[in-house]
């Protein structure tokens, strides 16, 4: 479906979201701010798709970035983006549920937009884990459960309607903008996300609503 949809996505990312989607992972790079200062640092953005986030990181510090995902078409096009930046990031093909990282190789991890897709969330928080230092933090941004209930109903009629139509218009694949609502509704709220990854075996789990619940922002923390 991400093969389909690779050359439209950037596009419609920003078009359908009216640009918010970059002050999402701009919070995301403000919130790993300490470790992007560490040029000694790692940090790896799991489900990495296009690049952008793996580039806000790389341009927001001096932290070195690698980011993975196993769409090779979405590889292709962050790899253009990052060669037309002067960005040097590793984008490696590969699994979200099965990392080719040795344990704590990393010392603070991403997942944007990512979470929702994978088959087993609960493997991927595993993964996310094993591939962190002791103390690496972890932020996973997802859509997730708008906090009033005026927000909620536009938000749906928003993502039902609108959103497959000139998804779906746009890029040719209709399917994948009627997935994208689904996925949403399926996916869980911010609290459950939180008593997830605090049961996953992550530590000081904190998240932050974007944009009124839309989106949230969950962080924690490898203990030890
Ligand atoms: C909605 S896109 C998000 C891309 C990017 N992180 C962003 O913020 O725009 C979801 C990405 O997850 C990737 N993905 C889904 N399941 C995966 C898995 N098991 N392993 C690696 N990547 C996966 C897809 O290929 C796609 O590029």
């Given at each position: 479906?991400?093969?389909?949809?690779?050359g439209?996505?950037?596009l419609l990312?920003?078009?359908?979201?009216?640009?918010?989607?970059k002050?999402?992972?701009?919070?995301?790079?403000?919130?790993?701010?300490?470790?992007?200062?560490n040029s000694?640092?790692?940090?790896?953005d799991?489900?990495?798709?296009?690049?952008?986030l793996?580039l806000?990181?790389?341009?927001?510090?001096?932290?070195r970035?690698v980011?993975?995902?196993f769409?090779r078409?979405?590889l292709?096009?962050?790899?253009?983006?990052?060669?037309?930046?002067?960005?040097?990031?590793?984008?490696?093909?590969?699994?979200?549920?099965?990392l080719?990282f040795a344990d704590?190789?990393f010392?603070?991890?991403?997942?944007?937009?990512?979470l929702?897709?994978?088959t087993?969330?609960?493997?991927?928080?595993k993964?996310?884990?094993?591939?962190?230092?002791?103390?690496?933090?972890?932020a996973?941004?997802e859509?997730?459960?708008?906090?009033?209930?005026?927000?909620?109903s536009?938000?749906?009629?928003?993502?039902?309607?609108?959103l497959?139509?000139?998804?779906?218009?746009?890029?040719?694949s209709?399917s994948?903008y009627?997935?994208?609502?689904?996925?949403?509704?399926?996916f869980?709220d911010q609290e459950t996300l939180?008593?997830m990854?605090?049961?996953a075996?992550?530590?000081?789990?904190s998240?932050?609503?974007l944009?009124?619940?839309?989106?949230?922002?969950?962080?924690?923390?490898?203990?030890?």
């Open positions: 479906m991400f093969a389909t949809i690779a439209r996505y950037d990312n920003h078009l359908l979201s009216g640009n918010i989607d002050r999402w992972r701009s919070l995301v790079a403000k919130s790993f701010f300490a470790t992007l200062s000694e640092a790692r940090i790896l799991v489900a990495c798709g296009t690049g952008d793996s806000t990181l790389f341009e927001s510090g001096q932290a970035i980011g993975i995902d769409c078409p979405m292709a096009i962050a790899m253009s983006k990052a060669n037309r930046s002067d960005a040097i990031i590793p984008f490696v093909e590969g699994d979200a549920l099965d080719p704590c190789s010392e603070a991890a991403t997942i944007a937009f990512g929702r897709n994978l087993s969330v609960e493997t991927g928080f993964e996310l884990l094993r591939v962190l230092k002791p103390g690496g933090k972890v996973v941004l859509f997730s459960k708008p906090t009033t209930p005026i927000l909620r536009l938000f749906r009629i928003y993502f039902t309607k609108v497959p139509l000139f998804g779906g218009w746009i890029s040719g209709k994948a009627e997935y994208l609502p689904d996925s949403v509704k399926r869980p939180a008593d990854m605090k049961t075996g992550f530590a000081k789990v998240y932050q609503n944009t009124g619940g839309i989106a949230a922002l969950h962080i924690g923390t490898r203990p030890g």
